[in-house]
């Protein structure tokens, strides 16, 4: 199927992919748990494992200085992922330094979010001038579809985890992915809100992302066919402003990179400092082709 | 990969080893199945490392703003800035009333004259009875310019439900000559108040629906913010929450609130502010107005506006349009 389409495509391809120009440096990610991560699911894009050390945890010290350039700049949010990013020790401190400056999000499977963490992560946020908001990962509405994905029991734990942020006045935004058809379905949506307000959340706010069909993914879902791919002609009459590559930028413990998705790709990585990534980007990555043709953004 | 519980230590331990070869160093996985020659091709010059003067010559050119075009108007002593009009007249001749009373030398209306509330017309005269100067919303530009939507900026469905039933009904009960006339207000619009240069804007200087909450728009950001424009304050609505922050700079930014429905507070007055010229900088006050929002609530029902939007106009509390609301402003929300 679509054949033509492809031929098209790739004959296009000879002139070059698109760049994005960085329009405004809004949002800033940090890779604050590294690749390390308490489960290992089976969609991972970034393929993040209890033993995969690709990334390492970031301490507070290597993220103070990226939090001094990013207010010069006038960055307007923060997002913090991993891997895990509670198997962080630091991580309660990190957001502490980050909500002087601006709001922060963090991007969490839930696990280690026990009733003290949930009550400090409350106070934390009571403290701060700046919103602070927890998204929690669940790939299914029941055991049977969720465990699957992201693990063995870890249905049960994940809710555990969102009930004590509930408990302590913490209303989390629950990330889904497309990794089943069904999960983005008006149905698959009723059935996520019928388990939320079941927890005691009566604003339930679901992100919904597709897959990235790289990493860990490429092997449960299948990878880009060769003719996922942008080419000179795709840039939309509107420009590049719904790529979030047009006003964010991803820093590891190993240096800045261009977006969340591209993390281990070297030729993802575009300098040590932000300074050194202000310039534009070209979408030649298959995972480019998802991000423009879903309209994805990774932030809420 | 199976998602079958592996059966035992052994076939566990096979499997974790099979994931980690795959991706060992910082490769893709996806790589084994789909050649990547054309992005590393195409990537070949990323990764750079700039000397310290390269770094801040790329700063600098990052933080310079360009030339803004837009006259100055005033200077005035005293003015009244205002957004969010939701087609609430009655709260609009009360802000005029008010606004007089307080000595206000002009009017600024910074766009959202529909939506929500009832007879979208009579909005229009009173904007010419105060001699109101103002710039488009996101409902301006749609309205002109015949989009199918507001463009205001939700993914909610159920938010979108009732953002679509109150941009037909605007659409439908407004006409021809009015949004013609919405056509022709400008973008922005700056001020001087005293000394102080203020540039006016609906959602914020980059984007007509770009929200700018207190809780997610840090002084960092608006200090940028500012030098680029070369202002002294911005001043800005859209989210309908009217906050306002003294920068460690001496500047001002202020998000003026909506004078068409009240800020989810539990409360019926809306808001508007006054901004005038003080010793020690920009005086900013966000006036609570108390207006009859009984009788509005009666045209609301009377025109067959949602029993939702009647209730926000009552309680003061939001019905609809929470999804936008970062994590601090939703904590205080009854709904």
Redesign the interface.
């Known amino acids: 199927m679509c054949e033509p389409a492809a031929t098209a495509r790739e004959s296009a ?1 000879a002139a ?2 698109p760049r994005v120009a ?1 329009r ?3 949002t800033l990610w940090f890779q604050v748990g590294g690749t390390v991560c308490n489960l ?1 699911c ?1 969609h991972c894009f970034v ?1 993040c ?1 209890p ?2 050390h ?1 990334h390492e945890l970031m301490p507070l010290a290597q993220i103070l200085p990226y939090l001094e350039e ?8 923060y997002y913090f992922t991993g891997g895990e990013p509670f198997l962080n020790p630091e991580m309660e401190a990190i957001l502490e330094a980050t909500l002087r ?3 922060a999000t963090v991007l969490t499977n839930g696990l280690l979010i026990d009733r003290h963490r949930a009550r400090r992560l409350r106070r934390l ?1 009571d403290a701060a ?5 927890l998204r929690v990962s669940l790939d299914g509405y029941d055991a049977a579809s969720n465990d ?2 992201r693990g ?1 029991g870890t249905f049960e734990r994940i809710l555990a985890g969102i009930s004590h942020l509930v408990e302590a ?3 989390p935004v629950i990330t889904v992915t497309e990794v089943y058809d069904d999960n983005a379905s008006a149905e698959g949506k009723r059935r996520f809100f019928e388990l939320l307000s079941g927890l005691g959340i ?2 339930p ?1 679901l992100k919904i992302l597709p897959v990235f ?4 993914e ?3 879902g ?5 003719w996922q ?1 942008l080419a000179a002609g795709d840039a939309p009459p509107t420009g590049w402003d719904h790529l979030q590559c047009s006003s964010c930028r991803m820093v590891t413990d190993q240096g800045v990179w ?1 977006c969340p998705i591209l993390v ?10 932000l ?2 990534t ?2 534009s ?2 979408l ?3 995972a480019c082709w998802t991000c423009h043709v879903h309209g994805v953004s990774c932030k809420t | ?1 199976s ?1 079958r ?1 592996p059966q035992g230590q052994d076939e566990q331990r096979r499997r ?1 080893r099979e ?2 070869a ?2 060992r ?6 790589e ?5 020659g ?7 010059g ?5 000397a310290p003067a ?3 010559a ?2 600098a ?3 310079a703003g360009a030339d803004d075009p837009t006259p100055v108007e005033g200077p005035f002593a005293r003015i009244a800035v205002f957004g969010g009009v939701y087609n609430n007249h009655l709260g609009l001749a009360t802000l005029l009333e008010d606004a007089a009373r307080r000595g206000c030398e002009a009017l600024y209306c910074l766009g959202d004259l529909g939506g929500f509330g009832p007879h979208p017309e009579k909005v229009r005269p009173l904007l010419e009875t105060g001699d109101v100067r103002a710039i488009q919303g996101n409902y301006e530009e749609s309205l002109a310019g015949g989009a199918g939507d507001c463009n205001c900026g939700y993914t909610d469905p159920r938010d979108n439900h009732f953002a679509a039933l109150s941009y037909n009904y605007t659409a439908e009960n407004s006409s021809p000559a009015f949004k013609a006339w919405m056509g022709t207000l400008p973008r922005r619009r700056r001020v001087r108040v005293g000394a102080r240069e203020l540039l006016l804007v609906h959602g914020s200087p ?1 984007r007509i629906n770009e929200f700018l ?1 207190e ?7 608006l ?3 500012l030098d680029q424009e070369r202002a002294d304050a911005l001043l800005c609505t859209h989210t309908g929450l009217h906050w306002h922050r003294r920068l460690p700079s001496g500047r001002d930014a202020v998000n003026v609130g909506a004078v068409g429905r009240p800020p989810n507070d539990g409360r019926p007055e809306v808001r508007y502010a006054v901004v005038e010229e003080r010793d020690d900088g920009l005086g900013v006050e966000l006036v609570p107005l108390a207006y009859d929002h009984r009788a509005l609530a009666e045209e609301m029902r009377a025109e067959r506006l949602p029993e939702e939007f009647v209730e926000t106009i009552l309680s003061g509390w939001w019905t609809t349009c ?2 936008i609301l ?6 205080v ?1 009854k ?1």
């Not at chain 1, 990013?70 to 949010?77: N, S």
């Not at chain 1, 069909?213 to 860990?216: L, V, Y």
């Not at chain 2, 054309?38 to 070949?44: D, G, I, P, Q, V």
């Open positions: 391809g070059g992919p960085l405004s440096l809004d290992a089976t393929s494992s033993t995969n690709t990013a207010a010069a700049l006038g960055v307007k949010e400056r601006g709001p946020a001038e700046y919103s602070l908001d699957p994905i063995e006045g913490v209303d009566d604003k706010r069909h790289i990493g860990a490429a092997e449960r299948g990878a880009y066919e060769s791919r261009v281990n790709e070297p030729a993802g990585k575009m300098g040590e400092a300074a050194d202000l310039d980007y070209p030649a990555h298959p | 990969m998602n519980k974790e994931r980690l795959a991706h160093g910082l490769a893709t996985w996806g084994k199945l789909v050649p990547l054309s992005f590393r091709e195409a990537t070949a990323a990764g750079r490392r700039l390269g770094r801040a790329a700063t050119a990052y933080l980059r909450f809780s997610t728009t840090p002084v960092p950001f200090e940028v913010l929470l999804e970062p994590a601090r402003e939703r904590r929300s709904f």
